[in-house]
């Protein structure tokens, strides 16, 4: 394990050293190739069985979805999970207060959202100092990444912290690269360009393919805007993570109004003062709107001796013709969710019986609707499952 690292250092000194011009990006794209592998190796063994980093943090996934509460030592983490849920998580005036996971359920919407608040993460995780190995092993199982921050040290503690996260493969906010990459068998490599990108050639592809001892594969890259980063991605998308981030600054009690209305506008941020109480239920909606759940309700559309009707079970309710759904128990599913997943989340052998489903609410073109498997629902919609 130490041997690990000290390659990667000599490999980051390496690059600090190597200037950045057309001759030498080649030789960079090779250098970030090895890195991305070797740091993917750091991480292998966390929670791993006999490995010698230490297992992570032994915490089931519960609920609807899970919120993984990031951030520097004493920034307010633990204060505000006591605040939204039920848990009371140690929290004190100094550093290191949190020494393993604490988990907590934020019921919000008809929805259970599981709050798990880490320790503190310090500058050098990704190499495994503190319990940054476990920190990372857990966050990277969350829906959504709240990273806390002193409002009063903003700068410095968000670079460090997206900083430790990028170099374990979790890309905060983005998208996986529009690259296609298909490993075969034999026949070469075959590399094509929808559209010719700024920033990466054919050469610079090949090189890196051939550094991983990828040698027959096909790659299509339609993206104009991809780098070598971004291939080096694709390539390692087994230890690539996306997740959605919200930026929450705490402590804003302690800057002036102008400062404060400007960090409020930044993207994919909210502003809360957990010692004055203030802003912290705007948090919670803003966390409901980053993880994207829908809320849905069951109930039964008609009575009938041709059809029978599929029980939702003791937990969801049916109707009868002409009775509403009790609006107080809702089916939480992913925003692009169809009526397939729908199937899913009430009972895996529902669609081997299904027949159509009827639907209301802003999904529907008309009310009801008779529509198929693929039908995508919206929030607050109302469907009845009709079996065959």
Not at 94 to 119: H, M, N, R
């Amino acid at each position: 394990m130490v041997n690990i690292t000290e390659k990667i250092k000599e490999i980051e000194d390496e690059m600090r050293r190597t200037q950045k011009n057309k001759a030498t990006e080649y030789h960079l794209g090779l250098l970030k190739g090895k890195l991305a592998r070797l740091r993917a190796q750091l991480l292998e063994p966390v929670g791993g069985a006999g490995s010698g980093g230490g297992a992570g943090f032994d915490v089931s996934k519960s609920g609807d979805a899970r919120v993984a509460l990031v951030g520097f030592p004493s920034v307010g983490k633990s204060t505000f999970l006591s605040k939204i849920t039920k848990t009371k998580s140690e929290a004190a005036a100094y550093s290191f207060t949190t020494l393993t996971a604490i988990p907590g359920v934020l019921e919000y919407g008809g929805a259970e959202i599981q709050i798990l608040d880490l320790p503190g993460i310090i500058e050098g995780a990704s190499e495994g100092k503190g319990r940054g190995r476990q920190v990372i092993s857990a966050a990277k199982t969350s829906d959504l990444i709240l990273m806390v921050l002193d409002a009063t040290k903003r700068a410095e503690q968000r670079a460090l912290l997206e900083a430790e996260l990028d170099a374990v493969g979790i890309r905060l906010n983005k998208e996986p690269p529009n690259i296609y990459l298909k490993i075969k068998k034999a026949g070469g490599m075959k590399i094509s360009f929808a559209t010719p990108p700024k920033n990466l050639d054919e050469k610079m592809v090949y090189n890196v393919l051939r550094d991983y001892k990828i040698l027959n594969c096909e790659v299509l890259v339609r993206d104009e805007n991809a780098t070598i980063d971004d291939f080096i991605d694709v390539i390692m998308k087994d230890h690539r993570k996306y997740i959605r981030c919200l930026y929450v600054y705490n402590k804003v009690d302690s800057i002036g109004l102008e400062f404060l209305d400007a960090l409020a506008r930044e993207p994919y941020t909210a502003v809360m003062s957990c010692e004055l109480d203030l802003g912290v239920q705007d948090v919670v909606e803003r966390i409901w709107k980053e993880l994207r759940l829908m809320r849905l309700y069951t109930k039964r559309y008609d009575i009938s001796m041709t059809f029978s009707f599929i029980d939702v079970s003791d937990e969801y309710h049916v109707y009868r013709k002409g009775e509403d759904p009790k609006f107080d128990e809702a089916l939480i599913v992913r925003k692009d969710s169809t009526i397939e997943d729908v199937c899913d989340q009430i009972h895996r052998t529902i669609k081997d019986t299904f027949k159509y489903a009827m639907v209301w609410g802003a999904s529907a073109r008309h009310v009801p609707q008779r529509v198929g498997l693929a039908h995508l629902v919206a929030d607050e919609d109302v469907v009845s499952i009709v079996a065959k």
